[in-house]
């Protein structure tokens, strides 16, 4: 995980166990979960009186960025490809089906993709 202080001061603990982040004993998140095929981004946010939320509250305490899940893609046979019901015209026959399909497998999630965005906390709040 990219760590980034985006300003001076005391910052919220955060472990890391897995694919869970855990911010100040209080949010625990499972990343891999939140890993989609657009960029995510979640704001953590204080209230006046210190406890966390995603989304909303007075402070920014964290923001967390997943990019988009990737994909490997490769050449394959087309299970519904049938040469005998094609007659040769085109390259992909009369049925508009191809011999070969690309085959898209998501690159399994890490860690090292999140980017964990780090804010000062609020004094007397925390």
Request: hydrophobic share 35%; proline share 6%.
């Amino acid at each position: 995980m990219k760590i980034i202080e985006a300003n001076e001061g005391p910052k919220i603990s955060h472990t890391t166990m897995g694919n869970w982040l855990n911010l100040g004993d209080q949010i625990m998140l499972n990343l891999e979960t939140m890993e989609s095929e657009k960029p995510e981004h979640r704001d953590i946010c204080a209230d006046a009186f210190g406890k966390l939320h995603t989304g909303e509250g007075l402070y920014y305490v964290a923001q967390i960025d997943i990019p988009a899940r990737g994909f490997t893609e490769k050449e394959v046979e087309n299970p519904d490809y049938d040469a005998e019901n094609e007659d040769g015209g085109e390259e992909s026959g009369m049925s508009g089906k191809s011999p070969t399909i690309i085959q898209k497998d998501p690159i399994p999630f890490s860690m090292d993709n999140v980017t964990l965005t780090l804010y000062a906390l609020k004094e007397g709040v925390f």
